[in-house]
């Protein structure tokens, strides 16, 4: 048995709220012990979608024979190999040995987001990956004990569940294929490489914005028009205007004349991975808003501003930086509704 009791329960509870459409789910193995990876790998694999599919009838899984011809025209020799899709066909998530360890969190994950059809990527990140009109392939190089791996892989399974098609997201075990990985220099996990282009190569969890924008780069003829064009709305949004109705983006370079400018100021210190900072940011935006004219709200994201983030010494997020008159007046950490953050607010006054 794979999953423990209590594991299950909460795995069924999750297929409950968020599937909606049925998932087909392939698994191509062998049943010799082979150079191609040891059997327990597969029988892992086998026994772990059994029990996954066992849980919600929307999970159709089918066992393949990795010599087959089909395999050979998907261009599959490993054992095991799981390719994930909607049932039209195409098969956005793709996962080169077993999904053990902390990637059976992403491959749980994928299932869910392909069953909803719903990337969960920010709105400017489904925008650019409109305009891809190449095929791609994303490789993520991970480890079954590697804590990290599991965010890169599904950034890269968002986009390629996004794009409708056209990019293809491939979880690699580097372990169980050492020759592959040996390929790119595979020395750090996770790594990410497109299109098997070395020049590609990222190493660490990347940032949903930047790994996009490589991600355009590779896949789409109006990358440079695109990006040139958020680059100038950046900017324009980075101007500290005065009395704004919406928080003002905060960065390195705008940090010290944002503290100088605005008697109140409140800064969301955030990232693009932090669940409660995705709770509070329409709180932000509310406030900033509603208050207009007595308090002033900005946003740092602090992945981006490692500096500012350092300097105040943020550990935690969502934090709430609080300035009265230039000096800073204190902190607020973590997610809470409206009436208890504005009286949280309030109190340094």
Not at 180 to 200: K, M, T, W
Not at 240 to 252: K, R
């Amino acid at each position: 048995m794979v999953f423990d009791e209590k594991t299950r329960q909460r795995i069924k509870e999750k297929f409950a709220m968020e599937l909606k459409n049925d998932v087909h789910i392939r698994v191509f193995s062998s049943n010799l012990v082979t150079g191609n990876g040891p059997q327990e790998y597969t029988e892992f694999t086998k026994d772990f979608l059994k029990e996954l599919s066992d849980l919600d009838e929307r999970i159709h899984v089918d066992f393949e024979n990795i010599y087959d011809e089909e395999a050979k025209k998907l261009g599959i020799s490993v054992s095991p190999s799981v390719l994930i899709g909607n049932g039209s066909g195409s098969y956005p998530v793709q996962y080169f040995g077993a999904p053990a360890g902390y990637e059976a969190g992403s491959f749980i994950e994928a299932v869910s987001m392909i069953s909803r059809s719903d990337s969960a990527l920010e709105q400017s990140s489904r925008e650019k990956l409109r305009h891809i009109d190449k095929d791609l392939l994303i490789e993520t190089y991970v480890t079954p004990a590697c804590p990290h791996c599991p965010r890169a892989v599904v950034l890269s399974n968002q986009i390629a569940i996004e794009s409708r098609g056209t990019i293809v997201s491939r979880c690699i075990e580097a372990e169980e294929m050492l020759e592959r990985a040996r390929l790119f220099n595979v020395s750090s996990v996770p790594q990410q490489v497109i299109n098997e282009d070395r020049g590609s190569v990222t190493v660490g969890v990347q940032q949903e914005r930047t790994f996009v924008n490589q991600v355009l780069e590779y896949g789409s003829a109006r990358a440079k028009e695109i990006l040139a064009a958020e680059e100038e709305e950046r900017r324009k949004k980075e101007v500290l205007h005065d009395n704004p109705d919406s928080p003002v983006i905060i960065t390195d370079g705008n940090m010290d004349e944002a503290i100088g400018k605005y008697p109140f100021l409140v800064i969301d210190c955030w990232a693009e991975w932090c669940g409660p900072c995705k709770m509070i940011g329409p709180v932000i935006e509310k406030l900033a808003s509603a208050r207009r004219g007595d308090i002033v709200f900005g946003k740092l994201d602090v992945d981006s501003n490692p500096s500012t983030a350092s300097r105040f010494n943020i550990r935690s997020i969502p934090n709430l930086l609080v300035f009265r008159n230039g000096e800073k007046a204190g902190d607020i950490v973590g997610a809470m509704p409206e009436e208890m953050l504005l009286k949280k607010i309030e109190a340094y006054r």
